[in-house]
């Protein structure tokens, strides 16, 4: 499975960017997806994940009411849709493929697939 992340970019506190990840290389919603973000000297950290049918959700509180996870199976496309955005959410941000599509997991060492990132930078 290969996974492609897109939409990153420049934009000013309070503003908005969608995220795409494209997968390729099997069926799409026989796994579930992550999102997840990795600022300059941090960890890498949880931000939302949705089940490979879509019926579950789950955030990390710190984007909770702001940002929303979903998906496309019949184009082959994930999306993170991100509102409301701060200066703390710059990071370089990576979707990530579950084969156990069930599971809602925040830890990265359960996923399998790994996309390449886009950087999101948001100016105060």
């Known amino acids: 499975v290969q996974l492609q992340a897109s939409g990153g970019g420049l934009v000013q506190a309070g503003g908005s960017l969608r995220l795409s990840c494209t997968a390729s290389?099997?069926?799409?919603?026989?796994?579930?997806m992550g999102w997840f973000r990795q600022a300059p000297g941090k960890e890498r950290e949880f931000v939302a994940v949705?089940?490979?049918?879509?019926?579950?959700?789950y955030y990390a509180d710190s984007v909770k009411d702001r940002f929303t996870i979903s998906r496309d199976n019949a184009k082959n496309t994930g999306y993170l849709q991100m509102n409301s955005l701060k200066p703390e959410d710059t990071a370089l941000y990576y979707c990530a493929g579950d084969s156990r599509a069930w599971r809602l997991s925040t830890q990265p060492n359960s996923y399998d697939f790994w996309g390449q990132g886009t950087q999101v930078t948001v100016s105060s």
């Open positions: 290389g099997r069926t799409f919603s026989s796994y579930g």
């Open positions: 949705i089940t490979g049918s879509g019926a579950r959700l």
